[in-house]
């Protein structure tokens, strides 16, 4: 068995407990949508998942349960019974160890938490063995809208890397988890973004590249450990949205807007490239909507 039938197996069971998160799933299930034997479907998930495929279900489901939580006033003991845990005193004891704090706790604060949120396996082999940032030469020039927002003063939760100045390296420095605690800021006033920071918001010995979310001045609820919180002051930016893409050609989709970017002219609308005054930011690549990129601009006098 080679390493992408490896990848394809994991990716069919995580792909049945996403169809089935709100019933029973046994090994058995999991290992007939693979292909193999229990034994061997539990062995190949754990190593490429890095957990038991028990772990995995239960961390997903309660992933799911806290952004019930977050969002609806549901009683705990019907959010634990919808996602197949047999008791409140069992649900509430999972979530304190996924989470560190009861349900109950968390459903009236709703501070940050490390959610759990795996990529798809085989997005993320395909992703690290995809061989560079390289367009394809069989490629037609695309349409890229462009249009002008203003971003209001703000904070960001952020996390910094050490020397990363892209997102594969920011993974290898601080892990690929960080968007999952992001995600979980119920005061979030958009979805959170990768930024290349301006040097003034650089401290030293972190890096230029970080992950974070806008959040409203008035934002007071707890700061995870490592995380820093910074005020942002208002801004414009200048958007390059590109065409909807397959999702398997990101790559080759942020590589033809940064292409487009660099021949950029702003002046001819009237606005000057400013990088000092506001950090660069991508939001996550979803193929349905295109690559989208923001860098900040002011106008012409």
């Not at 959170?192 to 609820?221: A, H």
């Amino acid at each position: 068995m080679n390493q992408v039938e490896t990848v394809m197996a994991v990716q069919k069971m995580q792909d049945y407990i996403d169809a089935h998160i709100y019933e029973k799933i046994t090994l058995k299930q999991l290992s007939n949508a693979a292909g193999y034997s229990s034994w061997y479907s539990a062995r190949i998930f754990k190593e490429i998942t890095g957990r038991t495929s028990f772990d995995y279900i239960r961390a997903s489901r309660l992933t799911r349960a806290a952004l019930v939580l977050r969002d609806e006033e549901r009683k705990i003991i019907d959010v634990a019974l919808d996602f197949v845990f047999d008791s409140h005193e069992g649900f509430t004891r999972a979530f304190s160890k996924e989470f560190g704090l009861p349900p109950k706790r968390y459903s009236l604060n709703t501070p940050p938490i490390q959610l759990f949120m795996p990529a798809r396996v085989f997005d993320t082999f395909r992703a690290f063995h995809k061989g560079g940032m390289k367009m394809s030469e069989k490629k037609a020039t695309k349409t890229v809208f462009v249009q002008i927002i203003e971003r209001p003063a703000r904070k960001v939760l952020l996390k910094r890397g050490f020397k990363a100045t892209e997102y594969f390296a920011y993974c290898e420095e601080v892990g690929c988890d960080v968007w999952s605690m992001l995600s979980s800021v119920k005061e979030a006033m958009y979805e959170p973004i990768g930024m290349w920071l301006p040097e003034d918001l650089i401290k030293n010995g972190t890096s230029q590249y970080v992950q974070g979310v806008e959040l409203p001045l008035d934002y007071n609820n707890a700061v995870p450990d490592g995380y820093d919180l910074i005020e942002l002051p208002p801004c414009k930016m200048m958007v390059f949205q590109g065409e909807p893409y397959n999702d398997d050609d990101f790559m080759e989709a942020i590589g033809e807007i940064w292409k487009h970017i660099e021949k950029f002219n702003p002046n001819i609308y009237g606005y000057k490239w400013a990088p000092e005054t506001a950090p660069r930011f991508q939001l996550a690549p979803l193929g349905y909507r295109g690559y989208i990129e923001a860098r900040p601009v002011d106008t012409v006098n």
